[in-house]
């Protein structure tokens, strides 16, 4: 894995409506992520935090059913401009969320650098609404979908092409609430998903090595996406739509440790820390171990 890493926080809430996930980057530094990495030989380059405009209080909108469409197009595209300029550098990107329509900007800046990005998506949801199909409007629940070339323009079209990523390419691991549309759509393109069946009666190793092989000779570069809803709410409290029955603290930590060992992932995100819903910053805690078995901390 690239040991050189720059580290990009997206202090975005405005693809949902609750308020707090703005503040998961400062959580999750204050929970030692650069440290935790330092010690582990990473060469860390912390860029902050990249500024996302904001709807005065009382005036966000619905506009063509996407909530703060304008301002999350603004960041998405300032944000996939800063992980170009890092992967330009040679540097692994990891970004800390915010909200998990940051993987719209993020994963634009990425996937312009590879033929065959794959994307493991760690998440209770899918993430493949669009206007059409979303029952809330709220853009965080449409990054992949975004990513498939699906929804509006002013989304697709960050850094001027189109899609960025292929279905067959997507792995879903976690996948617990899906709407309607989704599980089409999941069906229509061939995406393969583990849910939670799959890992209750698998058990994540297995899970994860037909992952690691489902990627090998197919792609060029896989990027991980976790949302910290993915774990169950017992273990990751501070989260804005918690989903009971989720991922458990120890097989997360097993899933990133064979990642670590299968050494194919080439940039990474973790998103949706909500200190202000969390237990004295436990889940930016977790996060931040979950990023030192990834980045190949070990016992022994």
Known sequence: ??????????????????RGVDMGPSAIRYAGVVERLERLKYDIEDLGDIVISRAKRGAEQLEDNLRNLSQVAEGS???????DEAVEEGRFPLVLGGDHSISIGSIAGIAKHYENLGVIWYDAHGDLNTSDTSPSGNIHGMPLAVNLGLGHDRLTNILSYQPKIKP??????????LDHGE???????????????EIDRM???????????????????????????????GDAPGVGTPVIGGLSYRESHLAMEMLAEAD??????????????DEKNKTATIAV??????FGEKLK
């Open 203 to 233: 058990g994540m190793s297995a899970v994860m090595e037909e992952v690691i092989d489902y990627f090998k000779d197919r792609v060029d570069g896989v990027h991980l996406s976790l949302d910290l809803d993915g774990l169950d709410p």
């Open 264 to 277: 194919i992932i080439t940039s990474a995100e973790f998103v949706e820390v909500n200190p202000i819903l």
């Open 77 to 83: 595209e300032t944000l996939a401009k800063k992980v």
């Open 183 to 197: 599980k089409e759509l999941i069906e229509e393109k061939g995406i393969k998903v583990f849910s939670m069946h």
């Open 1 to 18: 894995m690239n040991t050189n890493m720059s580290i990009i926080g997206v202090p975005m809430d405005l693809g949902q409506n609750r």
């Open 289 to 294: 171990g979950l990023m030192g078995s990834l």
């Open 168 to 177: 067959e390419n997507i792995v879903l691991v976690g996948s617990r609430s």
